[in-house]
């Protein structure tokens, strides 16, 4: 007995008669197919999606349409042939967003002949769990899909909350840092940032300025005090001070001082002057990568502009001395290069974050941005494994591996001694303990032979 073929408009009947959401993607990843109860979870964030890609990334939602697709994106493993589960999101809810368990079905066994994938999602919406968005959860070792959702949560949460999105992490150091920032948004006290070069000091900066009421935003005006002219910053930090470049937008704009540990002292005393000792209509922002304090201490640093510029300081780790935030932040850096172009990859083998891990990060978090960067290009698979990371990577630890011996210095003289004490009882036990034998032995006479006794404590043997 044959069945009835089933056309594309009687499938499309059936799938819309059906309780449960469900959509389809090419094998582009773009969204072809949407059902009636899709439509109906979605609202009107389903409008004009249809054609549009779901990538893989966790960008916040409130970037628009191409964000709402990213909350539908499946987890790149899907198109090389694997059924597997992960969460998608849509707007709404009372916290802003609503998620729902999706299995998503390959249409091909391989990624050499997958054409699309069917996503049937839960009929009921998920609770969103309380606690810290990047916290690790029960389970020893989180995998990618886990990782991407901790990251899709800490974005949305930072994004709304201080646009910081990049602040993310569990350790103690990330959750002091973001209550700090946390304090230095609601007021308009200076801020001095202070950590090593790459350790996310400027993207902090920003997150202050953001951080307040968009509605109520002026302009964020940096001044690079390592890279200008004394002359360059006189002038602007005195045409800032006059206020006419940004009007009434002045008080609410924050100038941004980058570097200002290495401003030259004779600069020094102008800005102070100018900055804290009659009203300053922008927020002052520093960035710095030792602490003002020391400076002071040492004579290459105003007390004075010090303090006015530290009222709040915020100190910005190394990613050395948070490495338990490392798969996180790999995992946000490699959605971030999943959004910009048509490569998906859904996050890294065990041994490419063990890799990871063991390197030093001299250049910190952005030296880690730019590898990941590198090593999403560079992949293959649907995952970054260890022979896509960069190739200071791989030297660094095969030098980790094979460390140089370390030579030990010879002090000659105890060298020396050494070698005479050896050859002395030598020619000692050959002459069974007669020493005027000994002497002839080792070629001198019978009286040095004692005096070289008693010099090299062999006393006992006179």
């Known amino acids: 007995m044959t069945h009835p073929r089933i056309s594309a408009a009687g499938l499309a009947r059936t799938l819309n008669s059906a309780s449960q959401p469900v959509y389809v993607l090419d094998d582009e990843l773009t969204l072809v197919f949407c059902n009636r109860a899709c439509r109906q979870w979605l609202g009107r964030a389903a409008e004009g999606l249809l054609g549009r890609r779901c990538t893989y990334h966790s960008g916040p939602e409130a970037l628009g349409p191409d964000a709402v697709a990213a909350g539908l994106g499946p987890p790149p493993e899907a198109m090389a042939g694997r059924r597997l589960s992960a969460t998608v999101s849509c707007p709404g809810g009372d916290n802003g967003l609503r998620r729902r368990r999706a299995t998503f079905i390959p249409l091909g066994t391989s990624a050499e002949d997958v054409i699309g994938l069917v996503a049937i999602l839960d009929r009921e919406d998920m609770l969103e769990s309380d606690g810290d968005a990047s916290a690790p959860p029960p389970s020893a070792e989180p995998d990618s899909i886990d990782l991407h959702e901790r990251v899709r949560r800490f974005r949305r949460e930072a994004a709304a909350r201080y646009r910081a999105d990049r602040l993310i992490g569990n350790s103690p150091a990330m959750r002091r840092v973001r209550a ?112 003002l304090g020391e400076l002071v201490r040492g004579g290459d640093f105003r007390e004075d502009l010090a303090a006015g510029l530290s009222t709040i300081t915020i100190e910005m780790p190394s990613l050395a001395s948070r490495r338990e935030d490392l798969p996180l932040l790999a995992q946000l850096f490699l959605e971030e290069a999943n959004s910009r172009g048509t490569r998906q990859l859904g996050g890294f083998t065990p041994e490419a974050l063990d890799r990871l891990d063991a390197y030093d990060w001299p250049g910190n978090v952005d030296e ?16 970054i494994d260890v022979a896509d990371l960069p190739k200071r990577i791989h030297l660094a630890a095969e030098a980790a591996a094979h460390p140089p011996r370390r030579e030990s210095t010879i002090v000659l003289d105890e060298f020396l001694e050494d070698v005479e004490r050896e050859l002395i009882h030598r020619a000692m036990n050959r002459a069974k303990g007669n020493k005027a034998q000994a002497a002839r032995l080792l070629g001198m006479t019978r009286p040095r032979l004692y005096r070289r006794l008693l010099q090299l404590g062999l006393e006992k043997d006179v």
């Open 180 to 291: 700090q920032l946390e304090l230095a948004v609601l007021g308009r006290a200076s801020v001095l940032l202070v950590g090593p070069p790459g350790s996310g000091r400027r993207h902090t900066a920003a997150a202050i300025h953001y951080g307040g009421d968009p509605q109520r935003l002026g302009s964020l005006v940096p001044l690079a005090c390592s890279a200008l002219e004394s002359d360059l910053i006189r002038s602007t930090v005195a045409a800032l001070a006059r206020g006419s470049p940004l009007g009434e937008n002045a008080r609410r704009s924050t100038l941004l001082l980058n570097g200002v540990d290495r401003l030259p002292r004779e600069v020094q005393a102008e800005l102070a002057a100018t900055l804290l000792r009659r009203p300053f209509p922008l927020r002052l922002v520093a960035t710095a990568a030792q602490p």
């Open 368 to 383: 880690l941005a730019a590898a990941v960067a590198e090593a999403h290009a560079r992949a293959e698979g649907p995952r």
